[in-house]
């Protein structure tokens, strides 16, 4: 059975950090892109970072690039997400996503919440001003 467990969140002042994990089992995702999404109860879930399987192509949202980082260690089969320079606007549920998908390129990554197939229940961040 597959999960992924979500970790790291928490509440912290505007202009804070804070660093998700996402330990993924059940299955090695190493050749499989991830990605995290996050979720404000007034509006559609979005996407915010996604990483291909070998770590080395990334994509971010717009309104996140250059304040957060994705990375993945495949040894331990984990996806984290650094957020530094937090803002009131990223309050929200981080969700960690990962494909079904093995792409033996490792260079693939998608944007899309449709092309994720596993997902983990969530880590609440609050950020206040």
């Known amino acids: 059975q597959v999960q992924l467990v979500e970790s790291g969140g928490g509440s912290v002042q505007a202009g804070g950090s804070l660093r998700l994990s996402c330990a993924a089992s059940g299955r090695t995702f190493s050749r499989s892109f991830m990605a995290w999404f996050r979720q404000d109860p007034e509006k559609e879930r979005e996407f915010v970072a996604t990483?291909?399987?070998?770590?080395?192509?990334?994509y971010y949202a717009d309104s996140v690039k250059g304040r957060f980082n994705i990375s993945r260690d495949n040894a331990k089969n984990t996806v984290y997400l650094r957020m530094n320079s937090l803002k009131p606007e990223d309050t929200a549920v981080y969700y960690c996503a990962a494909s079904r998908n093995i792409d033996y390129s490792g260079s693939t990554y998608s944007t899309g919440r449709y092309d994720y197939d596993y997902w983990g229940q969530g880590t609440q961040v609050t950020v206040s001003s």
């Open positions: 990483v291909s399987g070998s770590g080395g192509n990334t």
